[in-house]
């Protein structure tokens, strides 16, 4: 089994991980707990997901129980770039890094079935099943727990050898693996993550208010966004990238190693005007492909209209005025505030 983790590792990185780490199922046993504090304290907003099924999210042994073991992998999508640069462009969109180009969700899986199948290759009569974020699975703490880096003050995945900047997929397998030791944190005294977040969503060091987290409000949050927030939004209209990209370790970020995580032209600093005249059509046209094609256009758009509303440019009053009288209530009243700012 210890050469077989051996040529795991290599044909892994052949594939295009950069790192890669195994953990048994029940490596981390505070899940349940942590999951439970959290949505107990109403921090997930209306993510009802989080809640539900919780026995699975709390417990991977639950979810697949002839698993034994769970392979971690990161796939660096470093961005060439400051991602804060873009916050001063105030006429033009900020999209979080991840989703300037191709879904990653269909990258990184494919990526996991090929390394997925050749380990069955060499273990005939076994079992996988493979995950990107969107099984009941808590990629985090599990990446943790197989040495993989350590949840951050932001509570995003952190390592010593690739900063922040990677996607996470994780490989179950009825093989039984050698385990590798936990990563400890290593954030020390620094605050940086914390101190630059716009809407405060971090009541502790480790501990996240989805409900003021621009990411979630975004993509998640449907319906109106309370009038505190939006003003603390600036020009995000799709993530936000603050607290990752002011990490000190990203000074040792490993580039992506996949040209289709690179940023389409049109998404890197898109005209809000220009977006805002985005019909369904059009924007299912615009995001093919795309992890934002998810949200919808009158969530998208919705979003478009705080950030014009943000940008302190009266020649944008036009753009949020034809769309007062939009058919979806959201819309309408995101359009009526962006005006009434600008006047």
Not at 252 to 259: E, G, K, T
Request: with cysteine.
């Amino acid at each position: 089994m210890s050469a077989l983790r051996t040529a795991l590792e290599a044909e892994a990185r052949q594939a295009g991980f950069a790192k890669i780490g195994i953990c048994r199922p029940n490596a981390a046993p505070d899940l349940a707990t942590h999951l439970s504090e959290f949505v107990e304290a109403g921090y997930h907003g209306q993510m009802g997901w989080m809640a539900e099924r919780m026995h699975w999210r709390g417990d991977p042994q639950t979810l697949w129980p002839e698993a034994r073991s769970i392979i971690m992998l990161a796939e660096p999508y470093t961005p060439e770039d400051d991602p804060l640069d873009a916050l001063a462009r105030r006429n033009h969109a900020t999209i979080s890094v991840y989703a300037q180009n191709k879904d990653y969700h269909d990258l990184v899986k494919k990526r996991l079935k090929r390394v997925g199948r050749w380990l069955l290759d060499q273990v005939p009569g076994e079992q996988i099943k493979v995950f990107v974020d969107t099984a009941p699975v808590m990629e985090k703490p599990l990446a943790q727990a197989a040495g993989l880096g350590w949840q951050g003050k932001h509570t995003n995945l952190l390592a010593r050898d690739l900063g922040n900047w990677f996607f996470l997929g994780a490989i179950f397998t009825t093989i039984e693996l050698p385990d590798d030791a936990p990563e400890a944190e290593h954030c020390g005294s620094c605050t940086a993550c914390l101190d630059i977040c716009p809407t405060d969503a971090f009541p502790a060091p480790f501990k996240l208010d989805a409900r003021r987290c621009i990411s979630y409000l975004t993509i998640e949050h449907k319906g109106p966004i309370d009038l505190e927030l939006r003003a603390k939004m600036g020009n995000r209209i799709y993530g936000c990238d603050d607290c990752l990209a002011i990490c000190p370790w990203n000074k040792f970020a490993q580039a992506s190693r996949d040209i289709r995580y690179a940023p389409r032209l049109e998404l890197q600093s898109p005209a809000l005007a220009d977006l805002a005249k985005l019909d369904d059509l059009g924007f299912r046209a615009m995001f093919s492909g795309s992890p934002i094609k998810r949200i919808g256009r009158d969530r998208f758009v919705r979003n478009v209209l705080y950030a014009i509303g943000n940008s302190g440019n009266p020649g944008l009053i036009p753009a949020a005025q034809d769309l007062v009288d939009d058919p979806d209530p959201a819309v309408a009243d995101a359009a009526r505030w962006a005006v009434e700012r600008l006047q």
